[in-house]
């Protein structure tokens, strides 16, 4: 498919290179960061615009991926007629995009996406589409960059996903950053942590979280949570946090 990218930033460019690799042609990318998108072209031998009056109308579809907010005064300027035109947010609805064109919907990749990864993640794409025609097209471009299965999802099954995904996968990188920086001051490789961590996403394919808990909290270990603490009290953000799920953890 000829494909039109609006946006410059960490999903567009994983998408971007999703489609460059499974035979799609972009055929233009916009981006409000000038210097962004022309880099982005480059990569794809393509051609970039930072102004909307300037997006080619002959493409088959347009994937809008920008900031949640940017999304509907970005649609306000785009008026392509039959197209299909979709964005990748989770919380935002389709019906945003209804006034460019009748064929809109959603293309969501539940996945973290930095521009700057060296290994393209696999990506769980979940579509939403104003009707049967452009979810078709849509499910098509996402069978195209996946292995497995497109999944359907309207904005409440989205915005839930989200919700869970942010618990998944943002705070647990704020714990991962928070044992790095301890590390750091301490003396210790964080990089020693890392066959515990695998071990645990490993054992999540077949085991439920709520039967894997170990560690103080769970026994109720009051000694070894106070040892703990003493050694946190010059980290106060590391305390806190902490206190609040050692508290969590022996209360779940």
Same mark, same amino acid.
């Given at each position: 498919?000829? #494909?039109?990218? #609006?946006?410059?930033?960490?999903?567009?460019?994983?998408?971007?290179?999703?489609?460059?690799?499974?035979?799609?042609?972009?055929?233009?990318?916009?981006?409000?960061?000038?210097?962004? /998108?022309?880099?982005?072209?480059?990569?794809?031998?393509?051609?970039?615009?930072? $102004?909307?009056?300037?997006? #080619?109308?002959?493409? *088959?579809?347009?994937?809008?991926?920008?900031? *949640?907010? =940017?999304?509907?005064?970005?649609?306000?300027?785009?008026?392509?007629? +039959?197209?299909?035109?979709?964005? @990748? =947010?989770?919380?935002?609805?389709?019906?945003?995009?209804?006034?460019? @064109?009748?064929?809109?919907?959603?293309?969501?990749?539940?996945?973290?996406?930095?521009?700057?990864?060296?290994?393209?993640?696999?990506?769980?794409?979940?579509? %939403?589409?104003?009707?049967?025609?452009?979810?078709? #097209?849509? +499910?098509?471009?996402? =069978?195209?960059?996946?292995?497995?299965?497109?999944?359907? =999802? +309207? !904005? *409440?099954?989205?915005?839930?996903?989200?919700?869970?995904?942010?618990? /998944?996968?943002?705070?647990?990188? $704020?714990?991962? +950053?928070?044992? %790095?920086?301890?590390?750091?001051?301490?003396?210790?490789?964080?990089?020693?942590?890392?066959?515990?961590?695998?071990?645990?996403?490993?054992? !999540? /394919?077949?085991?439920?979280?709520?039967?894997?808990?170990?560690?103080?909290?769970?026994?109720? *270990?009051?000694? @070894?949570?106070?040892?703990?603490?003493?050694? !946190?009290?010059?980290?106060?953000?590391?305390?806190?946090?902490?206190?609040?799920?050692?508290?969590? !953890?022996?209360?779940?």
């Amino acid at each position: 498919m000829n #494909i039109v990218i #609006i946006g410059s930033g960490n999903v567009a460019a994983v998408l971007g290179r999703k489609l460059v690799r499974a035979g799609h042609q972009i055929v233009q990318i916009y981006g409000r960061n000038a210097a962004a /998108a022309s880099e982005l072209a480059y990569e794809w031998n393509t051609e970039s615009t930072n $102004y909307t009056s300037l997006i #080619i109308k002959t493409a *088959d579809v347009y994937l809008i991926a920008v900031a *949640d907010a =940017a999304i509907a005064p970005v649609a306000a300027d785009l008026r392509l007629k +039959d197209k299909v035109v979709a964005h @990748t =947010a989770a919380a935002v609805p389709m019906e945003v995009l209804k006034n460019c @064109t009748e064929n809109y919907g959603v293309f969501y990749p539940l996945q973290s996406m930095r521009k700057q990864q060296e290994n393209i993640p696999e990506l769980t794409i979940y579509t %939403e589409a104003s009707n049967a025609a452009a979810k078709k #097209i849509l +499910d098509q471009l996402a =069978a195209s960059i996946t292995t497995g299965p497109v999944q359907t =999802a +309207d !904005l *409440d099954k989205r915005a839930r996903l989200h919700v869970a995904a942010v618990f /998944a996968n943002n705070f647990t990188n $704020y714990l991962f +950053d928070l044992a %790095e920086s301890f590390c750091k001051k301490e003396g210790i490789d964080f990089h020693e942590l890392l066959p515990l961590v695998q071990n645990t996403v490993e054992r !999540l /394919a077949g085991e439920s979280p709520s039967q894997m808990q170990t560690g103080p909290a769970a026994r109720k *270990d009051g000694e @070894t949570i106070q040892r703990h603490r003493e050694l !946190l009290k010059e980290y106060p953000e590391h305390l806190s946090v902490y206190n609040f799920l050692t508290e969590a !953890l022996m209360c779940h």
